[in-house]
């Protein structure tokens, strides 16, 4: 069984980066089969994905991020990370990281993280 | 970037229930449409993918159908644990998009 966890700082500054690591288990980050995503969830709010790394070298980041996002694989450690710079009050939301996998038809999530929440505050 | 549109925003229900979600795309979507349930503090759960297909483990009274632009989920009768907050989700075109969710309550 596949799983996912995350883990970072419990809160971040403004200004500063935030920096987020997803450890997987039960499976390998390896397998140019999956995406590896973050997806973050304002509180109270819906879902924003922010983009995937593949092993096979994929990399998409939503354009409302882009410039201050960048998602890595460390294969030697199963982990992937994402990095947003220059947070302010309104990067506050619970991080996801997740699965991507393709079907003959579409992209889907299908095994999640916990969720971790990184407030921004002074 | 493709808008996803959910209606009813939020729905009371009692066990027993059919209840029905609808999922509208601002533009055609083919069947690239998957569903989510997602309980307080709990990450989102699969349900179906490819606008009708079921997810392993996911009981059958859950199902989804349409393509193009217009989307629904059905559940055929509600139980106890299916009270909770359902997103769609689009995979036809990047950024991958999500609705804004439908909250289910017991009634």
């Known amino acids: 069984q596949v799983q996912l966890q995350e883990s970072g700082p419990g809160l971040v500054k403004p200004s500063q980066t935030l920096s987020l690591t997803c450890t997987v288990s039960?499976?390998?980050?390896?397998?140019?089969?999956?995406?590896w995503n973050w997806i973050r969830q304002h509180p109270g709010k819906g879902l924003e994905w922010i983009g995937y790394i593949n092993f096979s070298g994929f990399i998409y980041y939503n354009p409302s991020l882009r410039s201050r996002v960048t998602i890595s694989l460390d294969t030697s450690k199963n982990h992937f990370s994402l990095n947003l710079t220059s947070v302010t009050a309104a990067d506050t939301a619970v991080y996801y990281c997740a699965r991507g996998s393709a079907t003959v038809v579409s992209f889907l999530f299908d095994y999640w993280g916990q969720g971790t929440l990184v407030p921004v505050s002074s | 970037d493709i808008q996803m549109t959910q209606f009813p925003s939020s729905l009371s229900a009692s066990v027993g229930d059919r209840i029905t979600i609808t999922c509208r795309a601002s533009q055609s979507s083919g069947n690239y449409l998957n569903w989510y349930q997602q309980k307080p503090g709990k990450a989102p759960k699969l349900l179906i993918f490819d606008a009708s297909t079921l997810y392993s483990g996911v009981p059958s009274r859950f199902t989804g159908s349409g393509s193009g632009t217009d989307f629904t989920l059905t559940i055929s009768s509600l139980q106890p644990e299916d009270f909770a907050t359902y997103y769609c989700?689009?995979?036809?075109?990047?950024?991958?998009?999500f609705g804004q969710g439908t909250k289910l309550e017991i009634k």
């Open positions: 039960g499976g390998s980050i390896s397998s140019g089969d999956y995406y």
């Open positions: 989700q689009q995979s036809y075109r990047t950024p991958y998009t």
